[in-house]
């Protein structure tokens, strides 16, 4: 497994940040790659990606949810990937969006871009794209402040 971490700080408030990232649906405005994500449940989705002209279709078990603090996932099939995303409040009107992913490279292909860094650079480059869209728009699309807590072992 591979594993990246990055972060952005934006200049919204903590809740606006974590409910603009509760609506997944919107993903494609601001991650390259990410075509379609359809929320099936309060804690399914299904994605439809293509990275590097290679085109994957995977669903996404939302394995923890706690408002204005984190959501964390992993694919349930094919496309091996988990992930968290975390929020923190620097100021009133500032926040910290913090990911951390951790993935299988599947070929060639996928084992290049992943030592040569690709994976790093995008996901730098999706916060960024994060960070310009939500601080544009001033307020979410929409969002989802149920729970879903972290499964016991």
Known sequence: MSGVTEHVDVAV?????????TQFEEFPQFMEGVQEI?????????WTVEIAGVKREFDAEITEQLPDERV????????????????????ENTSRVSL???????GVIEQAG???GVVDRRAKADLQRFKTFIERRGQETGAWRGQVDRPQP
């Not at 408030?13 to 990232?21: K, S």
């Not at 988990?82 to 929020?87: A, E, L, R």
């Not at 951390?100 to 599947?106: C, K, M, N, T």
């Open 114 to 116: 992943d030592k040569l």
């Open 38 to 46: 359809r929320q099936l449940s309060d804690t399914m989705t299904h």
């Open 13 to 21: 408030p903590i809740r606006t940040a974590y409910d603009q990232w």
């Open 72 to 91: 964390a996932w992993r694919s349930t099939g094919g496309t091996q990937h988990s992930g968290v995303v975390t929020f923190h409040r620097l100021d």
């Open 100 to 106: 951390q992913l951790e993935f299988d490279p599947h």
